[in-house]
């Protein structure tokens, strides 16, 4: 099992520029979340998606959107990129109904210029 | 509102002890506990529900005290394997497990 695959692993961009950051799991889990982390300040929810179809938005959704495109996969997008966007960003998934813990991928590190 | 973690940062030699303290000033469903290692993801250790028991295995523990809104991770004889961020991530409705998590509590183990 590859559990939770991010892609990319790292990636500069230039201020203005867009992308998306891919996530894909094989656990089967309904639930997956995306969410940023900066030194000091711990893990923040970006965007999360309780079940195929659904998505909603987390503590810092600005400048971000996400497409659930399956049950497999939950994709974030940065539209026009900005420095304070430099981040590590972690995708994580669980079964829904809350007994279970997350399993994360291995992370993005994203810098932008 | 992100949950207060204490200490921020803790040193301990081989085989010592350590709390790690979290606490939320919402009503709390769940808590989770992560260990995330320099470079890597964070990997749950332990989940925590409101109703539940003390949980723990070997010599990593918890508890939740639901009334005051804290929940604690106990590591006893700690390992060099122990070092390592800790957070806790609390969650406010059954059903609905998007979590808020602690800034972290650093944990250092030297020989």
């Known amino acids: 099992n590859a559990g939770v695959t991010q892609t990319p692993k790292f990636q500069v961009l230039k201020t203005g520029q867009s992308m998306t950051l891919q996530c894909a799991q094989d656990?089967?889990?309904?639930?997956m979340y995306w969410y940023r982390q900066d030194p000091g300040m711990g893990l923040r929810l970006i965007y999360y998606?309780?079940?195929?179809?659904?998505?909603d938005k987390g503590e810092v959704p600005n400048g971000y959107n996400v497409s659930r495109l399956n049950k497999r996969e939950f994709s974030l997008r940065l539209e026009s990129a900005a420095p304070s966007q430099t981040s590590v960003y972690f995708c994580?998934?669980?079964?829904?109904?809350?007994?279970?813990?997350?399993?994360f991928g291995s992370g993005t590190r994203l810098t932008v210029v | 509102q992100q949950p207060v973690q204490s200490p921020q940062a803790v040193i301990l030699r081989e085989g010592e002890d350590a709390v790690i303290n979290c606490s939320s000033s919402?009503?709390?469903?769940?808590v989770h506990w992560y260990r995330q290692k320099h470079g890597e993801a964070p990997v749950f250790l332990m989940i925590?529900?409101?109703?539940?028991e003390q949980k723990g295995h070997d010599k990593i523990s918890a508890s939740f005290n639901e009334k005051k809104q804290q929940s604690s991770l106990y590591l006893t004889a700690s390992q060099l394997s122990y070092s390592g961020t800790y957070f806790c991530?609390?969650?406010?409705?059954?059903?609905?497990?998007?979590?808020?998590f602690g800034t972290g509590t650093r944990l250092t183990i030297i020989p």
């Open positions: 994580a998934s669980n079964m829904y109904r809350g007994k279970h813990g997350y399993t």
């Open positions: 656990m089967n889990h309904n639930s």
């Open positions: 998606s309780a079940s195929e179809g659904t998505t």
């Open positions: 919402k009503a709390l469903y769940s």
């Open positions: 925590l529900l409101k109703g539940g």
């Open positions: 991530g609390t969650g406010s409705n059954f059903g609905n497990e998007k979590l808020t």
